[in-house]
């Protein structure tokens, strides 16, 4: 069964730093772009940040600078570093990948990992 699994998340004070991380586990054979995405209640589910298999990455521009995403293709896992952190930061970060299995080639969601911004 394919996976993703995120770890980090957490309570922070405003200006202080995070790492999130997620990973893929199961019958992969291959990981192309993976992405975080973050969503507060309500609101739609918005890109973060992209890493991909070749090591590019873009970001959206309300963390452009301060979060970076990274990553380690040998433990088939994403990192998002967040620094400088901002209270509008707070929300369920969501890693998504886009995975080559013996199923065919799709996106998947992990479960979601909560992270605060708050004094």
């Known amino acids: 069964q394919v996976q993703l699994v995120e770890s980090g998340g957490g309570l922070v004070q405003p200006g202080g730093s995070l790492r999130i991380a997620c990973v893929a586990s199961?019958?992969?054979?291959?990981?192309?772009?993976m992405n975080w995405y973050r969503q507060t209640p309500g609101k739609q589910r918005d890109l973060v940040a992209t890493?991909?298999?070749?090591?590019?990455?873009n970001y959206a521009d309300s963390v452009k600078g301060r979060f970076t995403i990274s990553r380690d293709n040998a433990k088939n896992t994403v990192y998002l570093q967040m620094n400088n952190m901002k209270p509008e930061d707070t929300a369920v970060y969501y890693c998504?990948?886009?995975?080559?299995?013996?199923?065919?080639?799709?996106?998947?969601w992990g479960q979601g990992t909560q992270v605060t911004v708050s004094s």
């Open positions: 998504n990948a886009d995975l080559l299995t013996s199923g065919g080639r799709r996106y998947y």
């Open positions: 199961g019958n992969i054979y291959s990981i192309y772009a």
């Open positions: 890493v991909t298999s070749g090591g590019s990455t």
